[in-house]
């Protein structure tokens, strides 16, 4: 890992704050803010070309958010906007507990990803957060926020790796003059989980050679937990209520020999078992507690932003600009207590044992004080309990992440030029309270009595305190001290980009029918580190529940040329309104795997003004990045993740043979998960991933008809030797159900125990996967004046045609569209339907009194089907799910406007799945948890 020097940093961070950003027109790497140009005319930048020409449309299908849709959601979170959109999944965000995300938002276009979907800001990279290239969608106030430019179908050839399922670009507020406030707060119909924020946005201009311009902002948002929604908790399988290990915890001699005397509990005179309830009675069997209530439902979060942007001119030609910008946000993750299962050495004169203890351990002394087999005076006990009294585990994240930019651009010998340079990092701290150490917990439970006749641990080592394991709340306040430990963990991500572009076209020796041909030539240099660490004990494996963590860093650097071409073949001919040809090429030597080349051809045609048709074929490139090459091996436990078909092959429809060939025996068994690890981290060997991606479509603005417009784009986005973890149970369920062969690549990621209990299953990334997404996007807007009112009405809708993943050449191809569970979801347990719409109605205008604008909102999730056929569950259907919102914004005065909304009006509450669930008993990621809910901003400007 290289260092970065304090001097380093604080120079790019002072230079990016002193500097002025780019006009929307000539921002680095293409930003996409259409503008006006001089004398009038629309010099527009598209997303998905760094070519910019007047009158420039895009041949790629890009579809835009703007700030009054933004302003009108009441968004703090740029997460909520994009999770409204049809384009996208339900990825990582504020109701992913227990993620390796951390609290994070991420964006993921088609299901393919958040490692698949590059996130822009103004056309060049936001820093990342973690170890996939992924950004932290909170560290983008919606405030912030101009306009939102989503492209389907790659991007590689224009941006680099990462931009295989598509780009989203956010382009910010800059540019501005005077000072606009504005405060926003929404809340729940039962109370919990508001958010509220303010913000100032600030600006200047230099006279008439530049701008400054600035942002502020603050923003939190309360939590929620499961027992706030009677729908989460408790959690359910199919047939019963989910439980987790008792508070009190329940006993078994480690020989699991039948050695109590139950008799005294209404039970056996030798049983193997006795236990605690969770009012304290002992009970001759294993019990367990309810304690999904306590999860995080919506996880808390606050945020501090900070933005500067600017741009000066130096001399008529030249330009200065950049932009420095910092958001802090803390995040706050909230799971039940943590859960033990480890022996303890319980002596006869244990002080915490009760009479009626004592007696049902009275036959069951089979060692010495010391531990070794043969004595009378001690029992080596398996103790299995949910430590309540350490509280819940909670993982609070403090997250910083900045970014700075400097460059310079201007125009020389008909060439524009454009040089810039930005540094990003993300540094994380994430301690992990309600753990503790498992050694300290067996020597605390290892207790005698002392000279004074007081409660002492047989081995007083380390200040060891000593605790009472027998029963719910027993251990005391001093044992918690002593036994707990904060679970240190962190990660450091920094990110420097260095980019040259020249432009030119051909006007002064080449002009074709349509116009003079655009060239752009570019060189790009990306330096990528990132470091992950943990604390002493972690490493050790000696946590109750975070199982063995691995410090790691890595890096890589790539070195990019790229260009594009945009040609101009016709126009204003008969049949031949417009006819443009496009192509684009980069090539990328990566330090980790050498050269890969990624390229673009595209067209468009407009036999008439109202009509254009476009189309585009690429070959996209996605290197590996560094988690996925440098992530160390790592576990955690399998309970909860996965449930072993070899258990009951009748139910699964798994293979006996390939069951007994794995070391499961014949017959089934009961599963007992809890001695087994879920593996994961990353592979030095993995190599690039590469794709196809192509886009045709029809553009329709009927002149007879002012104000529609409608679209409709097919895309084919095919993704050859993938880089995935395949998760747990698809990885059981691939080896045993589907291939049914032993020498099978998932067969060789199941390690078995002995006993034929799972020992391991490793879920670390490989080049497996083909996956492949076909569909249809339709967008349509209309907008009519009727009188000084303006009625508009705006739909956006996708149609997934296929979505389709195939787990190695010898796996069978699984078609997700229209799917949910576990199999489908490449990172998290999601809904993918085939069809998800949005659709505005609105009114407004100057001539309502007060400058009112109404917008009603009507969301839909389409139906979707169990992606595990083998396997039948309670819950094989969800069946569409429609959400309505509306929005009412009006003017007070010239300089103050206030909007109040409702969002899911008639409180549709999420589909329930149960034990074919992701979380809370539905899908959080894919459905809305909140209920109806309520919001209000004021602004007022100056």
């Known amino acids: 890992m290289r260092a970065v020097s304090p001097f380093r940093l604080a120079v790019t961070i002072l230079l990016s704050s002193a500097a002025l950003p780019a006009m929307a027109q000539v921002a680095p790497g293409g930003a996409v803010a259409p503008v006006e140009a001089e004398g009038g005319e629309a010099d527009i930048t598209v997303t998905g070309s760094r070519i910019q020409a007047p009158g420039l449309t895009a041949i790629s299908p890009v579809a835009s958010v703007d700030q009054e849709a933004i302003a009108l959601d009441r968004a703090l979170n740029i997460e909520s906007v994009l999770n409204r959109l049809p384009q996208f999944t339900g990825s990582f965000g504020g109701v992913s507990n227990g993620a390796d995300s951390r609290g994070a938002a991420t964006a993921d276009l088609r299901g393919l990803g958040q490692n698949r979907t590059l996130v822009l800001i103004d056309g060049t990279r936001g820093a990342p957060f973690g170890f996939r290239n992924s950004v932290d969608l909170n560290s983008i106030p919606a405030p912030l926020v101009s306009r939102v430019d989503v492209l389907t179908g790659g991007a590689a050839a224009v941006y680099g790796s990462d931009a295989v399922a598509g780009v989203v670009n956010f382009i910010t507020r ?135 942007f600017g741009n000066y001119d130096l001399a008529d030609a ?152 027998f029963g719910p709340g027993a251990i005391s306040a001093g044992a918690v001290d002593f036994i707990g430990e904060v679970v240190d963990q962190g990660r450091r991500r920094e990110q420097w980009v260095a980019g040259l572009t020249l432009a030119t076209d051909t006007g002064s020796f080449l002009t074709l029918p349509g116009g003079p041909v655009a060239l752009l030539v570019g060189a790009e240099y990306r330096d990528e580190r990132g470091r992950n660490t943990y604390g002493q004990v972690a490493q050790a494996g000696q946590t109750f529940n975070q199982g063995t ?14 260009g594009e071409v945009r040609v101009p073949l016709l126009a204003d001919r008969p049949f031949f309104h417009a006819l443009n040809v496009e192509g684009a090429y980069r090539y990328s030597d990566y330090s980790t ?36 090459l440098f992530g160390a091996t790592s576990s955690i436990s399998l309970v909860g993740r996965a449930v072993d078909p070899c258990a009951n092959p009748a139910a699964s429809g798994a293979s006996v043979e390939t069951c007994v060939a794995s070391g499961a025996p014949a017959g089934g068994f009961v599963q007992d998960l809890s001695a087994a690890l879920f593996i994961f981290g990353g592979r030095a060997t993995i190599q690039p991933e590469t794709g196809k991606t192509w886009t045709a479509g029809a553009v329709l603005t009927p002149t007879f008809l002012p104000g529609l417009t409608l679209s409709a784009d097919y895309y084919d986005i095919t993704i050859d ?73 705006s739909y956006a809708g996708s149609v997934v045609l296929s979505q389709r993943q ?48 109404l917008r009603g909102t009507w969301r839909m999730e389409g139906p979707v089907t169990d992606d595990t056929p083998a396997t039948v569950y309670t819950v094989e259907r969800i069946g569409a799910q429609h959400y309505f919102d509306l929005a009412l914004s009006f003017d007070v005065g010239e300089q103050a406007t206030f909007i109040v909304g409702v969002d899911n009006l008639f409180d549709r509450q999420p589909p329930l799945a149960f034990g074919n669930a992701a979380d809370a008993n539905t899908f959080p990621q894919s459905y809305d948890v909140l209920g109806r809910r309520f919001g209000a901003s004021f602004t007022l400007r100056r």
């Not at 499961?226 to 959690?235: G, I, L, T, V, Y």
């Not at 747990?728 to 589907?738: A, G």
């Not at 034929?756 to 209309?782: F, P």
Request: glycine share 14%; hydrophobic share 40%; net charge positive.
């Open 174 to 308: 800059k540019d501005f003059e005077g000072v606009e406030a504005s405060v926003v707060s929404n809340f729940t119909e039962r109370g919990e989980g508001v958010t509220r924020g303010a913000n100032l946005t600030f600006g200047k201009n230099l006279g008439d050679r530049g701008n400054v311009s600035g942002f502020l902002g603050w923003s939190e948002r309360d939590p929620l937990v499961k027992a706030d929604r009677s729908f989460a908790a408790p959690e359910r399988t199919d047939t019963a209520v989910t439980t987790a290990r008792p508070l009190g915890g329940f006993f078994r001699r480690s020989d699991s020999a039948a050695v109590f005397n139950l008799t005294g509990v209404g039970g056996a005179a030798a049983g193997n078992t006795f236990g605690f309830t969770d009012t304290g009675a002992l009970a001759p069997l294993a019990t367990s507690s309810v304690l999904s209530g306590r999860e995080s439902l919506l996880l808390s979060q606050q945020r501090l932003n900070a933005s500067l």
């Open 318 to 469: 030249v330009e200065l600009y950049g932009r420095a910008m910092y958001s802090r946000t803390k995040v706050r993750d909230v799971l039940p207590p943590a859960n033990v299962a480890t022996n303890v050495l319980v002596r006869r004169d244990n002080p915490y044992l009760t009479p009626q203890l004592s007696a049902i351990l009275a036959p069951s002394f089979n060692r010495t004080n010391a531990g070794a087999l043969g004595g009378t005076d001690a029992v080596l006990l398996t103790v299995t309990r949910s430590l309540g009294e350490l509280g819940d585990r909670v993982t609070e994240t403090t997250r910083e992440t900045a970014q700075g930019q400097l460059g310079l651009r201007g125009t020389a010998a008909g060439v524009r030029w454009d040089a810039y340079a930005q540094y990003g990092i993300s540094d994380e701290r994430s301690p992990i309270t309600g753990e503790g150490v498992l050694a300290r917990f067996q020597q605390a439970g290892n207790a005698t009595v002392g000279a004074g006749g007081a409660a002492v641990c047989a081995d007083a080592s380390n200040g060891c305190v000593p605790a009472n394991i």
């Open 549 to 562: 963590r691995v410090n790691f860093a890595g890096g890589y650097d790539v070195k990019d040329v790229f």
């Open 593 to 628: 795997s050498g050269g890969v080349d990624a390229w673009k051809l595209g067209g468009d045609w407009a036999p008439l003004r109202d009509v254009r048709f476009r189309g585009s074929y690429q070959r996209v490139v996605r290197a590996p990045n560094i988690g996925e």
């Open 721 to 793: 030797n993938a880089v995935g973890a395949v998760l747990p149970q698809p990885t059981l369920d691939t080896c045993f159900v589907i291939v049914r062969d032993i020498n099978n690549l998932f067969c060789q990621q199941v390690r078995r125990q002995p006993n034929g209990q799972l020992a391991s299953v490793d879920s670390s990334d490989i080049n497996v996967a083909r996956l492949q997404s076909r569909g249809i996007d339709i967008v349509g807007d209309y907008g009519v004046d009727v009188g000084a009112v303006r009625a508009g009405l």
């Open 806 to 853: 195939q787990n190695g050449a010898t796996a069978p191809v699984i078609e997700c569209a229209g799917r949910f569970g576990a199999t489908c979801g490449l990172e998290v347990r999601r809904a993918l339907p085939k069809y998800r719409h949005r659709t505005d109605l609105s009114l407004g205008g100057s001539g309502i009194s007060g400058g009112v604008t």
